[in-house]
C-alpha cells in the first residue's frame, strides 16, 4: 500500500498544508489592518484637519502597518519552525521487505535502517536540506586521498544486438574508435599499508556509481566513504567515461546513466588484479548512478539464474539511494521538478556535449543537434541514445532500463527512497508497471515480492542528504576528527553493509 503523503507540490510548494494555513491567517490579520488603516486615512482626509494632525495620525497607521507585517512574517516563520510539533517528519513511512528470514537478522544489526532519519528543525524542508549539504560537500572536494587508477575499457558499436545479460564485449564489433580511458579513485590505497595498517587486499570494498556529472570527491558528497573507512571498508569509486575531472572523451561513447559493459570489465579488473582471493565487494548507486546499479544487478543475476555455467560477477550486498526506477519517463518535469530539471538540462549539456562536441560530431552531428536543443532532461537523455550504443530511444530503454529485469535481482539489495524527494517522485515507486514481464504489478510491489530486496521509504530526507539529528545533525569525521553533517542514508548503508557481511558471508564464494 502506498503511504499516505501530503502533495505540496502547488502554489505552497515550500510548504506544507498546516504551514500555509498559518501563514494565511498572519496574512489575513496584514489585510484587516491595511483595510482599517485605508478607512482612517479616507475619512481623516475629507475632514478640514491641521497638516501636523494629518501626519501624526499618519504616522500612527503606518506604524500598526509595520507591526502588522512583522506579525505576519512571525506567525509563518513560527509555524515553519514549529511544523515537526503538529507534522510528523520523523522516520519511515514504510519498509518493504522482501521474504528471507535473514532480513530480519540485517534489521536487529543495523537498526538505523527502522529507525529513520529525524530532520533537523530549521531543515525539514526538501529544498533547505540541500543548502548545507552542498556547501559541506564543497569543503570536503578534494580532501580524501584517492589512489588514482587508469583502466581502459571498451564498447560494442551497436549494443541493441544481443543480449545485456551477456557479456557482450566478448563476441561484439569493438572499434577501436570504442575504447576510451575511466579511472577508479581508491581509499585508502592499495599500497598505503603502513598508513594504513588496518586494511589489506582482502579488505570488503565499495564500487560506488556516482550521480549525474559526479565524481569520487563528490559522489554527490563523499561522507559515507569517511563512514566505510571507520568500519575497515575500502571504496573504489568509479569515474565512468566522462565523469574524470577535466578530461575529455576520447571516443564518441557515453551514458548518462552509466554503461553496464564498462562496469563489467572494471570489476574483473579489481577483483582479479587488486583483491585478495574471495575478498567481500559490495556496489553502490547514488542517484543517478542507481541505475546502471540495478541494471547490472538484474542483468548479472538473470545469467546466474538461466546460464549457472558462465562468469558473472557477484556480490554480498548492495545500495541504491534515492533510485528512479522507469528511466524511460523518470526525467520528465512532472517527475524530476523544477527548477532541477532546467538547471541540469543546461549543465549536463554543458558537461557531456560542448565539452565533447567534437568527437561525438564525428561520430553523429545530428544527435548533438537534437541534445542541445533539448528543453528537458528526459529529451535530453533521448536524443543522447546513439552515443550510449543504440540506433533510437526506444531500443535505448528496451536495452538498458533498470525496471526491465528487476524481479531477477537476487542480491540483497536495500534502496533508500524519500516521499518528498523533488528529482525522483515517489511515484514512480508506486506506479502499475507497464511492462507484461511485470503481470500489473508496482515497482514496489514487485520488490515485496523478491526475495532479498529492502526499501526503506522516508517521510523527509529530500534527493540525497537525509540530514538527521533534530537538535544535533552533526557527527565526528572519521578522518580528520572535525565535524560533518550527519547522513541517516549514509549510516543506514554502512550499517547495511556490516550487518550483510555477517548474514550474507556465504555471498563472497559465488
Not at 556547501?135 to 587508469?150: D, K, L, M, T, V
Amino acid at each position: 500500500m502506498k503511504p499516505y503523503y501530503l502533495n505540496t507540490d502547488d502554489a505552497w510548494g515550500l510548504m506544507e498544508p498546516c504551514t500555509a494555513l498559518l501563514f494565511t491567517i498572519g496574512l489575513f490579520i496584514y489585510s484587516i489592518i491595511q483595510v482599517w488603516r485605508r478607512t482612517i486615512l479616507f475619512f481623516t482626509g475629507a475632514k478640514e484637519v491641521t497638516t501636523t494632525t494629518m501626519e501624526k495620525k499618519k504616522k500612527k497607521v503606518n506604524t500598526e502597518a509595520l507591526w502588522s507585517k512583522r506579525l505576519a512574517l512571525s506567525v509563518a516563520f513560527l509555524a515553519y519552525v514549529l511544523r515537526p510539533l503538529y507534522i510528523d517528519k520523523n522516520g519511515l513511512a514504510e519498509l518493504i521487505r522482501g521474504s528471507d528470514p535473514k532480513l530480519e537478522q540485517i534489521l536487529k544489526l543495523a537498526p538505523a535502517i527502522s529507525r529513520g532519519p529525524e530532520p533537523p528543525l530549521l531543515l525539514h524542508n526538501r529544498h533547505l536540506q540541500f543548502a548545507p549539504w552542498m556547501i559541506q560537500n564543497e569543503f570536503h572536494n578534494g580532501n580524501i586521498p584517492f589512489e588514482e587508477i587508469y583502466f581502459n575499457v571498451t564498447g560494442c558499436l551497436d549494443k541493441s544486438i544481443g543480449d545485456i545479460g551477456d557479456d557482450r564485449t566478448a563476441v561484439c564489433d569493438r572499434p577501436e574508435e570504442m575504447t576510451d580511458e575511466i579511472r577508479f579513485d581508491v581509499f585508502p590505497p592499495f599500497d598505503s599499508s603502513s598508513e594504513y595498517p588496518q586494511f589489506n587486499s582482502g579488505s570488503p570494498v565499495i564500487l560506488f556509481e556516482p550521480g549525474l556529472r559526479c565524481h569520487s570527491q563528490d559522489m554527490p558528497g563523499n561522507m559515507i566513504i569517511r563512514l566505510a573507512y571507520e568500519k575497515g571498508i575500502r571504496s573504489i569509486a568509479i569515474n565512468r567515461r566522462g565523469h574524470i575531472p577535466n578530461q575529455v572523451l576520447k571516443a564518441p561513447r557515453w551514458n548518462l546513466f552509466g554503461d553496464i559493459d564498462d562496469l563489467e570489465q572494471t570489476y574483473w579488473h579489481i577483483k582479479e588484479n587488486l583483491l585478495a582471493p574471495n575478498t567481500a565487494i559490495f556496489l553502490h548507486g547514488i542517484s543517478s548512478g542507481c541505475a546502471v546499479t540495478v541494471t547490472a544487478l538484474a542483468a548479472w543475476d538473470k545469467r546466474r539464474l538461466l546460464f549457472p555455467e558462465k562468469k558473472t560477477p557477484s556480490f554480498v550486498g548492495a545500495v541504491t539511494v534515492t533510485p528512479g526506477y522507469d528511466t524511460s519517463k523518470v526525467l520528465q518535469p512532472d517527475r524530476f521538478k523544477e527548477p532541477y530539471n532546467a538547471l541540469m538540462t543546461f549543465a549536463v549539456k554543458d558537461h557531456f556535449i560542448m565539452k565533447n562536441e567534437k568527437v561525438l560530431r564525428s561520430f553523429d552531428s545530428s544527435a548533438v543537434d537534437a541534445a542541445l536543443e533539448a528543453s528537458t532532461l528526459q529529451e535530453f537523455l533521448d536524443a543522447s541514445a546513439p552515443f550510449a550504443g543504440y540506433p533510437n530511444a526506444s531500443e535505448y530503454f528496451k536495452g538498458e532500463n533498470p525496471v526491465n529485469d528487476l524481479q531477477y535481482i537476487d542480491t540483497p539489495t536495500f534502496v533508500l527512497n524519500s516521499l518528498d524527494d523533488p528529482c525522483c517522485n515517489i511515484n514512480n515507486l508506486y506506479e502499475t508497471s507497464p511492462y507484461v514481464n511485470h503481470e500489473g504489478r508496482s515497482f514496489a510491489q514487485i520488490v515485496r515480492d523478491s526475495k532479498r530486496g529492502l526499501i526503506a521509504v522516508t517521510k523527509t530526507g529530500s534527493h540525497c542528504p537525509f540530514l538527521d539529528g533534530r537538535w544535533f545533525p552533526f557527527i565526528k569525521d572519521p578522518l580528520t576528527g572535525k565535524w560533518m553533517l550527519k547522513s541517516w542514508a549514509d549510516e543506514a548503508s554502512v550499517e547495511f553493509y556490516v550487518a550483510a557481511l555477517q548474514v550474507y558471508d556465504e555471498r563472497r564464494f559465488m
